[in-house]
């Protein structure tokens, strides 16, 4: 059984971490994964589980709540016809085949080379979130044939390296070449479902060492913090939308991209042990 106090302070701690994700994901935008990685690993070591494995239970139990959101997300933008159908379906491919090839290598790496993974590419997305411009461009449409053949599993590779969805690569892709913002958004949350679900089936397979897994963990998924993150996301979410129609969200995501790249940096610096 696993102890009551280690999942009391596991309740409060992921209680904090859905709420704050939610109302971030409302407010800015940005998608859940690239909160919830690095608080599931700060969370999960500070009550005691530093395994060579800790990123892998990250990594999959955000990919895990992203199904959740991401389905939820889509089928609220269908609604309103946002969603680029030709987009996701010429995409979904390349991306099933990267999130599978994803899944087979992060399970081989060690806890430190994800986190060095997450550093990297963190300061990439934050850097782009905070000096990016709408106007800039690859191209008047999106890509095709060799090119799309090319950029589709990369796009799912690197998200399951980092357990996020469609939206962290995604939504600046499809602006690069042309697609207005509302429907890159809709048509990224069903990358999110494309990435989530075959990289979570593979997760679900992992072992890992019972000491090293915080309690209730299936594989490498851990079913506490996805029930209550899940659960937190739909309550707070909606503030965090009616809040960035009350203000203006820009500056608020200029300040969000100095964080996740304060934080990105801090994962690398820990994975190089400094």
Not at 7 to 27: F, K, N
Not at 166 to 184: C, D, E, K, N, Q
Request: proline residues 6%.
């Amino acid at each position: 059984m696993p102890d009551t106090m280690l999942l009391l302070q596991m309740l409060v701690l992921l209680l904090v971490i859905g709420g704050v994700a939610g109302v971030l994901a409302g407010l800015l935008g940005v998608g859940g994964g690239i909160v919830l990685v690095p608080a599931f690993f700060y969370a999960f070591q500070t009550l005691g589980y530093d395994g060579p494995q800790l990123m892998q239970i990250c990594l999959a139990t955000s990919l895990a709540t992203i199904i959740v959101t991401s389905v939820r997300s889509v089928m609220s933008h269908n609604k309103k016809g946002a969603v680029d159908w030709h987009i996701l379906k010429t995409w979904m491919p390349g991306i099933v085949v990267g999130a599978i090839v994803g899944v087979m290598v992060a399970a081989s790496l060690r806890s430190t080379v994800l986190q060095g993974v997450f550093g990297v590419l963190g300061i990439v997305i934050g850097l782009y979130l905070g000096l990016g411009r709408s106007e800039w461009r690859l191209g008047p449409t999106m890509p095709r044939g060799v090119t799309r053949g090319l950029l589709s599993p990369i796009l799912g590779f690197l998200s399951v390296l980092m357990g996020i969805g469609g939206g962290s690569f995604g939504v600046p892709l499809m602006s690069l070449y042309g697609v207005p913002i509302h429907r890159a958004v809709a048509t990224a949350a069903g990358f999110g479902v494309t990435i989530a679900v075959p990289s979570v089936i593979g997760f679900l397979f992992l072992t890992i060492a019972p000491e090293n897994r915080p309690p209730l963990t299936f594989g490498a998924v851990n079913l506490v913090a996805f029930v209550v993150v899940i659960a937190m996301t739909l309550i707070t979410a909606p503030w965090g939308v009616k809040l960035a129609h009350a203000m203006d969200p820009k500056p608020l995501k200029r300040v969000f991209a100095v964080f996740l790249t304060l934080v990105a940096l801090n994962m690398l610096r820990k994975a190089l042990g400094w």
